[in-house]
């Protein structure tokens, strides 16, 4: 999966010149664009293509609905250029396995998420995220999430996922290290604020690599 520098890029922005300034930027110094909500609302699916014309771009839509929804926004969101998906596991084997399904039709990554990096997760997800995890493995995913903000989660889930890759949001503005992260069984970082908001982006990335590697 990942191709050499252990770091995607958050692109959580609401311009779509921006967007693409950032992602043509950055494109030799990062493995994948992550892209949500707020930047394909702001300026439409066809962003998705567009990103993807110069980095392999991570749909972040954190599918959560029944299997046949899930389906269709897998599809959608795949055959706009989409390299891979992020869906959550909560939903169950059946709605996990729907976004999987769809993966592997495009030739795309699935991953999901077990545990997310903000305080908030710690009350509902955190008990559950073990068991979340298992249900990932079975569903046959490539990778999960799993917060870089408290790296003794992500020793946790590397011991239930095996090989499979741990992307791990929360480094910068959120406060997580990317060295403990790493050192906790991360493959890969996700990097979103402290890149996109600072007045050299491409010095910002350059510090976080030098960290790192």
Do not use: W
Not at 23 to 30: E, G, P, Q, T, V
Request: hydrophobic letters at 50%.
């Amino acid at each position: 999966m990942i191709r050499n520098s252990r770091l995607i890029l958050a692109l959580d922005v609401l311009s779509e010149e921006k967007a693409l300034s950032l992602a043509s930027a950055l494109k030799d110094r990062i493995d994948y664009v992550k892209v949500g909500y707020p930047l394909i609302l702001a300026a439409g699916l066809d962003i998705v293509g567009e990103i993807s014309s110069m980095a392999p771009v991570i749909a972040d839509l954190k599918i959560a609905d029944i299997p046949n929804t899930n389906t269709l926004i897998s599809e959608q969101v795949l055959e706009a250029g989409a390299a891979g998906i992020i869906a959550h596991a909560f939903a169950g084997r059946d709605s996990l396995s729907a976004c999987v399904n769809v993966a592997r039709e495009y030739g795309a990554l699935a991953f999901a998420v077990t545990e997310m990096s903000h305080p908030g997760a710690v009350e509902f997800m955190a008990p559950a995220a073990e068991r979340l995890a298992r249900v990932a493995k079975e569903c046959d995913v490539d990778g999960v999430v799993a917060p870089a903000t408290r790296p003794e989660r992500i020793r946790l889930i590397r011991s239930i996922v095996g090989e499979r890759a741990i992307i791990s949001p929360g480094v910068g503005a959120q406060g997580g290290s990317p060295r403990a992260a790493l050192a906790a069984g991360a493959d890969s970082l996700i990097v979103g604020r402290s890149i996109t908001e600072s007045p050299n982006p491409a010095a910002s990335v350059d510090a976080i690599l030098r960290e790192i590697q």
